[in-house]
Each structure stands twice: as structure tokens, then as C-alpha cells.
């Protein structure tokens, strides 16, 4: 599983490694993974290579210089160009330099009395750049709050528009550490070398896509022990978390998912969920709405009732929402009067209110997309997708329930508690997800994960990775209708856990 820690975190963590320490060691340590990525980047071609070094204050531009001068030991034209010259740091300017590393700085006041040597112009910066196989982003360390300084602006741009490999020096300079928010202009890199542990912002959305390829280097945190902020589930993770029957399971043994979606206007919700519901491991499905005859014609194996469902009989958990055009509420009363847990999406989110869920004795989950998500809290669309993390947690605790908030980056969120819960990010997927009726899969995939036994944080990570999965499997670059994803999420469960089966 990986695991990312806050700003806060990181830094006593830091602290306390500084203090047993020699002086310096830490900086060596991440100067050194720094630059051993950076070989590999350049596929080990680091003699004669042309390396730019984007350098702003303190210690992220120490952590640069030093890297610089290690390529430049091993023979790599490296060009360092400080953005604050008066603050720069002392000792890895110095490395550089007596390892044949040129400075180029702009014209600040004192710049010339607070670096000694070959001071010229900003545009000898955007020439440098232009002719650079590598560029290290050293401008903003994860401290940094509220995108890019304009004076960092155009030299960022240049590297961009050069061609050449931007590597980020523990995240992309402009993005926010701890949430992953972008405020203006940021670095796009191709890679981002980060330290110790991950940042959550780089797992997850709009920063996720600015990080590129994010590698991990250690340099002697200890974090064991210390709860994560942000998590995300790997391969061997989901497949500890998938239900596998045993010899003395029957199909009740395993669970039934009680899915109430679908309506005369739209079946196909009613087909695609229980579709999904198929896939997810209960040993059966009843079905409750108008789509039967939909259902039934598709998947011959469903249980089928035309009454309400406090009348369809013993479930292990609910699935209500998609594509119920009307009579919502009613059903969905009776959904959260059970004892089981709910998975709330779609429609049925419009209709939800906070006290009756807060009042379950049983867990609820609500999956609502962006636009959703902002109708229940009172917000701006863009707010949402702007803190994903921030948005799903204010929803969790607004409704006391679990939230999957679905988008670029899927986050799931638990409920408040007594306990440190750190949120799940979900590592996979595709943008041909963002298909009609995708959703609806992956809500009764969830729901039957949930019927076969995982705790709800549980069902709706792991849910999400299938489902993600599945349709980068069946997408392989090309559209995919949300009836293809059905299909991919057989494919992600055998990936995951083998093909030997039971």
C-alpha cells in the first residue's frame, strides 16, 4: 500500500532524523536518490548530457544543487538558475560550482554581491533552456502554497516548451503538498523524485497529473507508526481484500445484493448495475424496480420483484439510485430502515437526508460524482474537483457516513471517529471512463462487495480499483461503453488474484 504523510508530518519526522544525524546527511541522502533517478531518466547517458537546474530557496534548492553537482561530477553540462539568489543555499551552490557547475541568475538587486562568479541576464536562463535534455525543478519545496511566483512563470514555460525531461524535485513546484490543489500556473513535469514518503498531493487530482511517473526515494524517515493522511491500495492489497468462497459457501453464504435502480425511462441503469453486482463476488442479486423485463433478458440469474423492497426478502446490503426517474423516496425509506449496509448513488442522493442516515445503525455509502457532491454541500461545481480530498471529507461528516467521491481521482472517505482514518485514493482507471452509465457498474459492483462481507471502506476502495482496472484493460486507448466495463472487471479480478481461482 502506498502510504503519503502532511507537510507537518514530514517535517518532524525530518527533525528528528536531523537530530541523530550528521549535519547534512539528510540533503546528501535525498541528493543522491536525486540524482541516481536522474541517470536513469537520461537511461544512464549523463556524460555530456545538458542539465538545468531550476533553483529557488532553501532546502528543495539545496536538495537541486547538490544532485546538480553530482551529474556534473559524472560529466554532465549542468547550469543552475537561481530565482532567488539572495536566499539561495550556501553549501549546495558551492558543490556545484567545484564540480564545473555554471550559475546564471537575473537581475535582482545584490544579486551579483550574493553570488560570486558568472553572474548574466534572464536570458541567458531561456537559452539554457532551450538546449536542455534535462530540467530539475528545484523552485518550490513542499512548503510552497498558491502556485507559481511570476517571476518563475516564464522560465517554466520555457522548460516546457523545450522538449526536454522535467524531473520535480519532491513535488512539481505551483501544487499544494497536502491536497493537491493547483493555484495558477504550476510545473508539468515528466517525473517527480520525492522524499522519504509520498505527499498526498501527489496522489491525487488536478496535482496527480502535473507529478508525471512519481518515484519514491528513501532517506531514513521513520515514519512506523505514524498514522498516513492519504492511502492507496496496490495489487496485493485488493487481492487480500477479495471475497473467495469456500467449500461449505452457498449463494446465501455468500451474500445477496439487493439492487433497486432502473425505470421505464432508463433500463439500462437497472441492466448496467446489476451487471456490476454480477461481478463483485455475492453469490446472488435480487433486483427490485421497473427494469425487469430489461434485467431478466440480460441476466436470466437475477431474482426479479415487482414489489417494494422492504418485501423482496433478506439482503446483505442495498444498492438504490441509478436511473430511478421517480418514486425515489419512498423506496428509498424503506432501503434505510434495513439493517444492512446502503450504498446511495445517483437520484437517490437528490432525496437523502442527513438525519435519516445519521441515525442508521447500519454503514451507508454515498458515491456521487462532482456535480453531485457540490448540490450536497452547497458548493461550486469546480470547488469539488478543485479539493477532492477536503470536499469528500466535509461530505463524510456532513451525512456521518462513508463517501467514494467518483472522478479523475476517486477518493473514499470514511466517516468522522475516534480514530486517525486516513482517505483512499484510487490509483487506477482511464479517462474512457467518463462514459454514460460507468457509474452505474460500479455501484453494483460495490454493493456486492459489500453483500459478500467487506467493511464498507473496504468494498468501496477495492470496488473502485476493479472498476478502474477493468476499463483501462478492455480500453487499451480506444472508447469503451460502460457495458464493456462489466466485462473488464472479470478481467481485473483475474489479474489480481491469478488465474488458478479456488
Excluded at 99 to 105: F, I, M
Excluded at 362 to 382: D, I, N, S, Y
Excluded at 457 to 485: C, E, K, Q, T
Aim: proline fraction near 5%.
Amino acid at each position: 500500500m502506498r502510504t503519503a504523510h502532511r507537510v507537518e508530518t514530514v517535517r518532524a519526522a525530518e527533525r528528528e532524523a536531523m537530530a541523530r544525524l550528521p549535519e547534512g546527511a539528510l540533503m546528501q541522502r535525498a541528493a543522491a536518490g536525486l540524482a541516481a533517478a536522474c541517470a536513469d531518466v537520461l537511461e544512464r547517458r549523463v556524460y555530456g548530457a545538458r542539465v538545468v537546474l531550476l533553483v529557488g530557496s532553501g532546502d528543495n534548492g539545496g536538495d537541486t544543487l547538490y544532485a546538480g553537482a553530482r551529474l556534473a561530477r559524472r560529466g554532465a553540462g549542468v547550469t543552475a538558475v537561481l530565482l532567488a539568489p539572495e536566499r539561495v543555499h550556501g553549501g549546495g551552490l558551492a558543490a556545484l560550482r567545484a564540480a564545473g557547475g555554471r550559475v546564471l541568475t537575473g537581475p535582482h538587486d545584490g544579486a551579483q554581491g550574493a553570488v560570486e562568479g558568472d553572474v548574466v541576464g534572464r536570458h541567458g536562463a531561456h537559452e539554457v533552456l532551450a538546449r536542455a535534455d534535462l530540467v530539475l525543478d528545484g523552485i518550490v519545496g513542499i512548503g510552497g502554497r498558491g502556485g507559481l511566483r511570476e517571476e518563475a512563470v516564464p522560465l517554466v514555460r520555457a522548460a516546457r516548451d523545450s522538449g526536454a525531461v522535467v524531473v520535480a524535485v519532491d513535488l512539481p513546484s505551483g501544487v499544494d503538498a497536502d491536497t493537491g490543489e493547483v493555484a495558477g500556473e504550476c510545473v508539468r513535469a515528466d517525473v517527480t523524485v520525492t522524499f522519504g514518503t509520498y505527499k498526498p498531493g501527489l496522489l491525487v487530482d488536478p496535482a496527480r497529473s502535473r507529478a508525471g511517473v512519481v518515484r519514491l526515494v528513501d532517506i531514513g524517515l521513520d515514519l512506523a507508526g505514524v498514522p498516513a493522511d492519504v492511502e492507496a491500495l496496490q495489487h496485493a492489497d485488493v487481492a487480500a481484500l477479495l471475497p473467495v468462497p469456500d467449500a461449505e459457501s452457498d449463494k446465501y453464504r455468500r451474500g445477496v445484493v439487493g439492487v433497486v435502480a432502473g425505470s421505464a425511462k432508463y433500463p439500462g441503469a437497472a441492466v448496467l448495475c446489476v451487471g456490476g453486482a454480477l461481478r463483485g463476488g455475492a453469490g446472488a442479486v435480487r433486483y427490485v424496480g421497473r427494469g425487469g423485463d430489461a434485467v431478466l433478458a440480460r441476466h436470466p440469474e437475477v431474482l426479479v420483484h415487482d414489489r417494494s423492497p422492504g418485501g423482496a426478502g433478506r439482503v446483505q446490503s442495498w444498492v438504490i439510485g441509478p436511473g430511478l426517474d421517480d418514486g425515489v423516496t419512498g423506496a428509498l425509506d424503506e432501503v434505510l430502515a434495513s439493517d444492512v449496509p446502503v450504498l446511495v448513488d445517483a437520484d437517490a442522493l437528490g432525496a437523502l437526508d442527513p438525519d435519516a442516515v445519521r441515525g442508521r445503525g447500519a454503514p451507508t455509502l454515498l458515491t456521487p460524482h462532482a456535480g453531485e457532491a457540490a448540490r450536497l454541500l452547497g458548493v461550486a461545481r469546480e470547488e469539488v474537483e478543485a479539493g477532492r480530498l477536503d470536499a469528500a471529507r466535509r461530505l463524510a461528516a456532513l451525512y456521518g457516513a462513508t463517501v467514494l467521491l467518483k472522478g479523475s481521482t476517486t477518493v473514499v472517505a470514511g466517516p468522522p471517529g475516534g480514530d486517525h482514518r486516513p482517505v483512499r485514493v484510487n490509483p487506477t482507471g482511464t479517462p474512457w471512463l467518463a462514459t454514460a452509465g460507468s457509474g452505474d457498474v460500479l455501484a453494483g459492483l460495490v454493493g456486492s462487495l459489500l453483500a459478500a462481507g467487506l467493511g464498507v471502506v473496504d468494498a468501496a476502495s477495492a470496488g473502485a480499483y476493479l472498476h478502474g482496472l477493468g476499463a483501462r484493460l478492455v480500453a487499451r486507448g480506444v472508447p469503451v461503453a460502460a457495458g464493456d466495463v462489466v466485462e473488464g472487471v472479470e478481467l481485473a479480478w483475474r489479474g489480481i488474484t491469478g488465474p488458478s481461482g479456488v
